[in-house]
Nanobody
Framework: QVHLVESGGGLAQAGESLTLSCAAS????????VGWFRQAPGKEREFVSA????????DYAASVKGRFTISRDSAKNIVYLRMKSLEPADAAVYYC??????????????????WGQGTLVTVST
């Protein structure tokens, strides 16, 4: 069983940057597509970004395109989400998720295989 652990959340001012990490100790993590989701208080969980197991395809929500960058380091079993130009609307709990099929990350998150516990991002004005 692959366990996902997010880190890197915290408090940032609007316009600043944060980088989130999703790590797994198991090498099989590299076989998974990995995505980031977020959920703000009182709102539904929403897709943010995803990357294939090979890293050759990346997808972004329209609200973060151009500001967020997803990447992965297979040697370290880590997927990163670099967030630039943060806005108050970006404040949420960010979750890492993994699945063998990237379509389950990008199209319908009901059947995603693995989830992390989340890391909180707060953005102040």
């Amino acid at each position: 069983q692959v366990h996902l652990v997010e880190s890197g959340g915290g408090l940032a001012q609007a316009g600043e940057s944060l980088t989130l990490s999703c790590a797994a100790s198991e090498r099989t993590f590299n076989d998974y597509a990995v995505g980031w989701f977020r959920q703000a208080p009182g709102k539904e969980r929403e897709f943010v970004s995803a990357i294939t197991w090979s890293g050759d395809y990346r997808d972004y929500a329209a609200s973060v395109k151009g500001r967020f960058t997803i990447s992965r380091d297979s040697a370290k079993n880590i997927v990163y989400l670099r967030m630039k130009s943060l806005e108050p609307a970006d404040a949420a709990v960010y979750y890492c998720a993994a699945d063998h099929a990237i379509v389950r990350l990008t199209e319908n998150d009901r059947f995603i295989e693995l989830w992390g516990q989340g890391t909180l991002v707060t953005v102040s004005t």
